[in-house]
């Protein structure tokens, strides 16, 4: 790779990082203008993620005017998860970590992990991650804009961001968010089972992205109704469409919700977190419904007669791989209330 005169971070968004070097690096054959140039230009491509994408237009323009080999690419491009947020909709961040790059770096850095769907909390600062709030479309310097946008609505992004709860519950988010990234990366190392895509998942995982997409489903789903979301989202979107993408467009607070139900239902929590845990679930409970597992199975369920029954084969093929009798209630719950949607209709 060229070695350029500003320094690199391995963990930033290559956006955030050519960013930096047009504006820094004496040695760069793109300035600030040329980057702008090239960045509202690609800007409408249906190709564009400038950051995990090396065959966007963006991506492949920069690299090739920065002389970047093929070969090298991959690193610069290479997602922290299979299961990425959009560029359109990448908006969390941990303010410590802008802090620590604008000390290291003289100017604020934008992090790969921010961009994976289960990731809600630093692990390097101990806090749950923020959402810059009206950040509505994807910015070549968004790490500087969301550092703005913390800085003029700090408390707005607090408040959306649900902060203070998160940081109540912050030992169980991180423990989940350690167990989400092992299922993913095990079934890798492993070789265990093989997507629709071609890449490798472990079951816990495959099951741990379905529950998770049932509680953040937009609008109609579990978590949508606990904590109301104004998410862009097209209505006319297929159901199959609609649930994939209800945690690519889910706030973090949202996302934090589902993965706090979902560690419940796995019942990992310790003793220790037990308290908080349940106090988290009995609130949610007031507010949408449910009182045990079951109820809650039967909650989640807001779907027409013909989604629940497609939902339900699925969670049928995971009924007997069930460990814990929280999880059998709660498929349970979620398949007598298909049942009597059919019977009904």
């Known amino acids: 790779m060229k070695c350029f005169d500003w320094p690199t971070n391995e963990s930033e968004i290559f956006s955030s990082w050519v960013y930096r070097q047009s504006l820094f690096s004496k040695s760069s054959t793109l300035d600030r203008e040329d980057i702008a140039q090239l960045w509202t230009s690609c800007a409408l491509s249906e190709d564009l993620d400038p950051d995990f994408t090396a065959s966007s237009a963006f991506a492949r323009l920069a690299c090739?005017?920065?002389?970047?080999?093929?070969?090298?690419?991959?690193?610069?491009?290479?997602?922290?998860?299979?299961?990425?947020?959009?560029?359109y909709y990448r908006r969390s961040f941990?303010?410590?970590c802008l802090c620590e790059?604008?000390?290291?770096?003289?100017?604020?850095?934008?992090?790969?992990?921010?961009?994976?769907?289960?990731?809600?909390?630093c692990d390097q600062h101990n806090t749950?991650?923020?959402?810059?709030?009206?950040?509505?479309?994807p910015k070549l310097n968004i790490?500087?804009?969301?550092?703005?946008?913390?800085?003029?609505?700090?408390?707005?992004?607090?408040?959306?961001s649900r902060y203070n709860?998160?940081?109540?519950?912050?030992?169980s988010l991180l423990r989940m968010q350690s167990l989400l990234r092992e299922f993913e990366f095990r079934g890798v190392r492993d070789g265990r089972l093989v997507n629709e895509s071609g890449g490798v998942e472990l079951p816990e995982w495959r099951s741990s992205k379905f529950l998770i997409s049932l509680f953040l489903y937009p609008k109609f789903g579990l978590v949508n109704r606990l904590i109301p979301y104004r998410a862009l989202h097209n209505h006319n979107y297929a159901f199959q469409q609609s649930f994939n993408l209800g945690p690519l467009i889910a706030g973090v607070a949202h996302r934090r919700a589902a993965i706090i139900i979902l560690g419940w239902l796995h019942e990992v929590f310790s003793s220790d977190e037990d308290h908080g845990i349940e106090q988290f679930i009995?609130?949610?409970?007031?507010?949408v419904g449910f009182t045990d597992a079951k109820e809650l199975g039967a909650a989640s369920n807001g779907f027409s007669p013909e989604h629940s029954a497609l939902i339900s084969r699925r969670l049928m093929?995971?009924?007997?791989?069930?460990?814990?009798?929280?999880?059998?209630?709660?498929?349970?719950?979620?398949?007598?209330?298909?049942h009597a949607k059919n019977w009904n209709d």
């Open 101 to 121: 790059s604008i000390a290291n770096f003289q100017f604020p850095v934008f992090r790969k992990e921010w961009c994976s769907v289960a990731t809600v909390v």
């Open 143 to 160: 790490a500087m804009k969301v550092f703005q946008l913390y800085h003029e609505q700090g408390l707005r992004c607090i408040s959306a």
């Open 165 to 171: 709860e998160a940081s109540q519950l912050f030992d």
């Open 317 to 338: 093929q995971w009924k007997i791989e069930c460990i814990n009798g929280r999880m059998q209630q709660f498929v349970s719950g979620f398949m007598e209330s298909a």
């Open 64 to 87: 090739d005017a920065l002389n970047i080999r093929m070969d090298q690419r991959a690193i610069l491009f290479q997602a922290p998860s299979a299961w990425i947020i959009p560029r």
């Open 282 to 287: 009995r609130s949610a409970g007031n507010t």
């Open 94 to 96: 941990c303010y410590g």
């Open 128 to 137: 749950p991650l923020l959402d810059a709030v009206d950040l509505t479309a």
